[in-house]
């Protein structure tokens, strides 16, 4: 490389306000199952923030769990978990005559998590469906979802209207939820139609309504019995305004700013614009460039020409 391009592109280097730190020396696992583990959260509870301790399930299908409950990914940005939970059914039963039902709950009392009531809608499916959303034992939300012969000839791909189907918003803060269908509203009678019903709180951007849900299996096998749901995670139970009097404040990194959650209480952190990494490590602990850095056209020019040497 000619001398004067050299001396060029260093001095356009030392310009750029963006740094790397080294690579972290942490010993703490950082993945699972292909899905990335970052610090508040770890495989380890000296390598997590308390609360946010998860297991990877290596002697079975290898994927990260919060409890029993499976991690399909976790974004530091959104504060948000996406989860995986099982569908409730309600079936006839044709060697009994009768109604076998499989219902589930989900509780994430006395954690740093809460149900998204933006991101999940609780959701019904069926031809003869009453289904309830329990919030700490308390009956919150019902979904009915209804229909008949001929509406099943007609019934539209993507849309979820009470035919077939329903969806309703879950109040904001729940850390808890069941679900439960009324014993009044069964396929008894539409089995040979529709067998079963089934309900579930579901990550509303993951769901899109199919005809063939309402009189068949597909919606539950679609998901393989366990659909995505969004949990919100915050740090604490104070205000960003209390957090940052206090020794234990999180948000380390010089370049971090801290957000006070929109569902329920306590805070998270975020990194200031022009800055990416993790919000809760110090650079040297982080391991990824901390700095943005900004197109250059006569830096990016002069990079182009070293290329062609």
Request: charged fraction near 15%; hydrophobic fraction near 35%.
């Amino acid at each position: 490389m000619p001398f004067h391009m050299l001396a060029s592109l260093l001095w356009l280097c030392g310009g750029i306000a963006a740094y790397c730190s080294a690579a972290s020396a942490a010993t703490c696992v950082k993945s699972c199952g292909g899905v990335e583990i970052p610090y508040p959260f770890g495989l380890d509870p000296a390598c997590a923030l308390p609360g946010f301790n998860l297991t990877c399930n290596i002697t079975g299908d290898g994927k990260p769990y919060y409890k029993d409950v499976e991690l399909l990914n976790i974004s530091l940005t959104q504060g948000q978990v996406r989860m995986r939970m099982h569908i409730a059914n309600y079936c006839y039963n044709s060697t009994s005559g009768g109604m076998n039902g499989t219902g589930w709950s989900l509780n994430l009392t006395g954690t740093p998590f809460r149900l998204s009531d933006f991101g999940n809608k609780f959701t019904a499916i069926g031809c003869r469906t009453l289904a309830y959303l329990l919030a700490d034992d308390v009956l919150t939300t019902e979904c009915v979802a209804t229909c008949k012969a001929d509406d099943l000839l007609r019934l539209p791909d993507g849309v979820c209207s009470g035919i077939g189907c329903c969806q309703t918003a879950i109040p904001k803060g729940l850390q808890y939820y069941g679900v439960m269908f009324d014993s009044g509203f069964n396929t008894t009678e539409i089995h040979s139609m529709s067998r079963c019903s089934y309900a579930a709180l579901v990550e509303a951007s993951s769901f899109n309504f199919s005809k063939n849900y309402s009189n068949s299996s597909v919606f539950n096998d679609h998901y393989r019995g366990r659909a995505p749901l969004l949990v919100d995670w915050a740090i604490g139970n104070e205000t960003c305004d209390v957090a940052r009097k206090k020794s234990n404040y999180t948000c380390i990194s010089k370049n971090s700013g801290c957000v006070d959650s929109l569902n329920g209480p306590g805070y998270r952190c975020n990194y200031s614009q022009g800055f990416h990494g993790n919000p809760y490590l110090k650079p040297e602990d982080d391991g990824s460039c901390q700095g943005e850095v900004a197109y250059n056209p006569i830096l990016s020019a002069i990079i182009e020409k070293v290329k062609l040497k």
